[in-house]
């Protein structure tokens, strides 16, 4: 065998071992690209509604999975000084409503706490993004229960999120940081 000849078949083997690598590569890619099961799916008809009438913010509706900030890119685009360009991820998986702080400069509160880990969320809480206030409320629940108002069916509102267990975060699940 001549030189060059070995030298092709190494090449050619050097080749298909670059080329395997890559279809391996491009296969993670398109799995990390797929929603983690439960994540989004079948999500109740949710809004998030501004606390506060005199607020110029609309209600949102929201999907399976939500980002909110300033930046064009989210799905909840709240236009205020206060609110960092990705500043929360809000997501149904596994049955229930999880809130994610982005690394915003000004902090996400649920109830007037502050978050610092992904917190699950339920119908009622008070939901603070920055200086930006809302309710999350079931579809159709446009304003908030009246003293003496009974109240709507399904599972009860809770007030405190103090009390509730933080759920520990992936460490994938990392998002876009800005002040």
Not at 70 to 81: E, F, M, Q, S, V
Not at 82 to 97: I, Q, T
Request: charged share 20%.
């Amino acid at each position: 065998m001549t030189p060059a000849i070995v030298f092709l078949i190494v090449r050619l083997a050097l080749a298909a071992l670059l080329l395997a690598m890559l279809v391996m590569i491009l296969r993670e890619l398109r799995r990390g690209l797929r929603p983690a099961p439960g994540v989004g799916a079948e999500a109740p008809l949710v809004c998030l509604v501004p606390e506060h009438a005199q607020e110029d913010q609309p209600s949102f509706v929201l999907a399976g999975m939500n980002t909110i900030g300033r930046a064009p890119g989210n799905t909840i685009l709240l236009d205020h000084t206060s609110v960092s360009s990705y500043h929360a991820r809000l997501a149904f998986a596994a049955g229930n409503w999880l809130l994610e702080d982005l690394g915003s400069r000004n902090g996400t509160r649920v109830n007037g706490v502050e978050l610092h880990e992904p917190l699950a969320v339920t119908l009622g809480d008070r939901l603070q993004f920055g200086g930006i206030g809302f309710r999350l409320l079931a579809q159709g629940q446009d304003r908030l229960r009246a003293p003496g108002d009974s109240p709507p069916a399904g599972p009860p509102l809770t007030q405190d999120a103090a009390d509730r267990t933080a759920v520990p975060a992936k460490p994938d699940e990392g998002g876009a940081r800005d002040g």
